[in-house]
């Protein structure tokens, strides 16, 4: 039987403001819209997702040092975190669990403060500029990885 995979799935914070923060940068699809169509997009690879939001660094770290043994893998738009965190790539390496991580702009057309990650060298793969195909780009990537596809 083919194996399920179970993805977790991050986004950091402000992400909870999309639709109306700074359209003109993300857009004016919603979290709730994104988390949608990663399940459906789940469930046609495959895969079984958990979506998790939060605005505090602490829960997001405790949530990945929580989830290794429950989860194959992690898709993360870490937001603000990812140019700002080492505690957040700490995390990622200690769980051990395979990461693509996902930017809806790109980050590198922007303040240069935002060309930096923290994780990027760490994950296995960094897809950035598309919007929300962002995210569902980094699951296709991100499952094939985990040999699903
Ligand atoms: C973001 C880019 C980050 O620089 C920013 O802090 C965000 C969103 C993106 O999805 O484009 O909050 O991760």
Same mark, same amino acid.
């Given at each position: 039987?083919? +194996? ?27 979290? !709730? ?6 399940? !459906?997009?789940? +469930? ?13 660094? /602490?829960?997001?770290?405790? +949530?990945?040092?929580?989830? %290794? ?8 738009? %870490? ?14 390496? !200690? ?9 809806? *702009?790109?980050?590198? +057309? ?12 760490? !994950?296995? /793969? ?7 195909? *962002? ?11 985990? /040999?699903?596809?």
């Amino acid at each position: 039987m083919k +194996k399920v995979f179970r993805v977790l799935v991050i986004h950091g914070p402000n992400l909870h403001l999309l639709g109306t923060r700074e359209p003109e940068v993300y857009g004016r699809v919603t979290l !709730a819209e994104i988390n949608q169509e990663l399940q !459906a997009l789940g +469930k046609k690879l495959g895969a079984q997702l958990e979506t998790f939001q939060s605005n505090h660094e /602490g829960e997001i770290l405790d +949530k990945i040092s929580h989830s %290794p043994d429950s989860i194959d893998g992690i898709l993360i738009n %870490p937001a603000g975190l990812t140019h700002t965190s080492v505690a957040l790539r700490d995390a990622l390496l !200690a769980s051990g669990v395979a990461f693509v991580e996902v930017h809806l *702009s790109n980050v590198y +057309k922007r303040e240069e403060f935002r060309h930096h990650s923290y994780l990027s060298d760490a !994950a296995v /793969g960094q897809v950035v500029g598309f919007g929300k195909q *962002s995210y569902l780009l980094g699951l296709q990537g991100l499952i094939q990885h985990l /040999g699903a596809l």
